[in-house]
T-cell receptor, first 112, second 109 residues
Framework: SAVISQKPSRDICQRGTSLTIQCQVDSQVTMMFWYRQQPGQSLTLIATANQGSEATYESGFVIDKFPISRPNLTFSTLTVSNMSPEDSSIYLC?????????FGPGTRLTVT | GENVEQHPSTLSVQEGDSAVIKCTYSDSASNYFPWYKQELGKGPQLIIDIRSNVGEKKDQRIAVTLNKTAKHFSLHITETQPEDSAVYFCAADTDKLIFGTGTRLQVFP
């Protein structure tokens, strides 16, 4: 199994600012994913981040708004840029293990 | 693309009763169907999964069934306990996980 940690666990930010969320995994993984979970809703895939290549974004998500870094096989960051109240969500990091997909504890973001 | 529907959105049962959550998917190419449990303030945790070459899988009190022809799969929890209370998500996977809308299960003592 993979153990995933995320920083920060929660934050309250002002509109127009940016927040970078960190994801650390305890083992080397090829595929990492970033999800958004709006309050009381399901999980929506933002992008897939593979080490050594540009992140692949899903429909409705763009790099300028959600830039992602993947500098090595155990770490990734997601930045939420120029935030608005609509960005208030839980942001989840996930990794593909040998058999299953593991999720981090999430970062709860509130934009005021 | 894949679309996953999940029912019911909320489910309340008495401790010891059974709970059933149902999902349907649209893409016949989907070949992997995991179920996740999400407790308050935590990330989703895999509780059971099934692949398209199997019709049923059981792990203690939890079972999953898959009907590929009808494109639906179900989660069955027997002898429910208060600690089973959580939000449950089904998902279908072709090249990425697509999640259902979630079921909030409440088990009353």
């Amino acid at each position: 199994s993979a153990v995933i940690s995320q920083k920060p666990s929660r934050d309250i930010c002002q509109r127009g600012t940016s927040l970078t969320i960190q994801c650390q995994v305890d083992s080397q993984v090829t595929m990492m994913f970033w999800y958004r979970q709006q309050p009381g809703q399901s999980l929506t895939l933002i992008a897939t981040a593979n080490q050594g290549s540009e992140a692949t974004y899903e429909s409705g998500f763009v790099i300028d708004k959600f830039p992602i870094s993947r500098p090595n096989l155990t770490f990734s960051t997601l930045t939420v840029s120029n935030m608005s109240p609509e960005d208030s969500s839980i942001y989840l990091c996930s990794v593909q293990g040998k058999r299953e997909q593991y999720f981090g504890p999430g970062t709860r973001l509130t934009v005021t | 693309g894949e679309n996953v529907e999940q029912h019911p959105s909320t489910l309340s049962v008495q401790e010891g009763d059974s709970a059933v959550i149902k999902c349907t998917y649209s893409d016949s190419a989907s070949n992997y169907f995991p179920w996740y449990k999400q407790e308050l303030g935590k990330g989703p945790q895999l509780i059971i999964d099934i692949r398209s070459n199997v019709g049923e899988k059981k792990d203690q009190r939890i079972a999953v069934t898959l009907n590929k022809t009808a494109k639906h799969f179900s989660l069955h929890i027997t002898e429910t306990q208060p600690e089973d209370s959580a939000v449950y998500f089904c998902a279908a996977d072709t090249d990425k996980l697509i999640f259902g809308t979630g079921t909030r299960l409440q088990v009353f003592p």
